[in-house]
């Protein structure tokens, strides 16, 4: 299974957003530490916030931060709420009349939709919280923080 590039990012983006405690962070610097166009960056963050998971702060000195118990969120809850497809192969895609020619003894549909379950599962065991962790190294590398500054996570 492989994931869009909007999932992608927005695990990066909430990732990015968990190492800042409460701080306000910008589009421009979220896109920045990725890469990534300001465009794409703001339609995921304006995904987030509709979503309740990010809180935005208007104003000359605004941004968002991650809202409250949005750390806790599993990566499975984000990979669902991101991703609209989870069709591993044809045969689960196909419209009513127009099945495959052994779909009433194929098991392989079965086979993927475990399969596409256990991958969801997994992602299920592992919160935002649990990705930002641990902080410091993961912050250096975005350049939120200087090397021997340590960092901490406000987990509330």
């Given at each position: 299974m492989r994931l869009t590039d909007f999932t992608d990012y927005t695990l990066r983006a909430l990732m990015y957003l968990a190492l800042r405690d409460d701080k306000?962070?910008?589009?421009?610097?979220?896109?920045?530490?990725?890469?990534?166009?300001?465009?794409?960056?703001?339609?995921?963050?304006?995904?987030?916030?509709?979503?309740?998971?990010?809180?935005?702060v208007?104003?000359?000195?605004?941004g968002m931060r991650l809202a409250p118990?949005?750390?806790?969120?599993?990566?499975?809850?984000?990979?669902?709420?991101?991703?609209?497809d989870f069709t591993l192969a044809a045969c689960h895609a196909m419209d009513a009349?127009?099945?495959?020619?052994?779909?009433?003894?194929?098991?392989?549909?079965?086979?993927?939709?475990?399969?596409r379950e256990a991958f969801l599962?997994?992602?299920?065991?592992?919160?935002?919280?649990?990705?930002?962790t641990p902080a410091q190294p993961l912050a250096m590398v975005l350049g939120l923080i200087r090397p021997g500054r340590p960092v901490s996570l406000n987990h509330k």
């Open positions: 306000l962070s910008t589009i421009e610097e979220i896109a920045g530490a990725y890469d990534v166009s300001k465009h794409h960056m703001a339609k995921i963050i304006q995904h987030l916030t509709q979503l309740g998971w990010v809180d935005s208007r104003g000359r000195r605004g118990r949005t750390r806790e969120l599993t990566v499975g809850a984000i990979v669902r709420a991101s991703e609209h009349g127009k099945d495959c020619a052994i779909v009433q003894h194929c098991r392989l549909q079965h086979i993927l939709a475990h399969a599962a997994e992602l299920d065991s592992c919160t935002l919280a649990d990705l930002a």
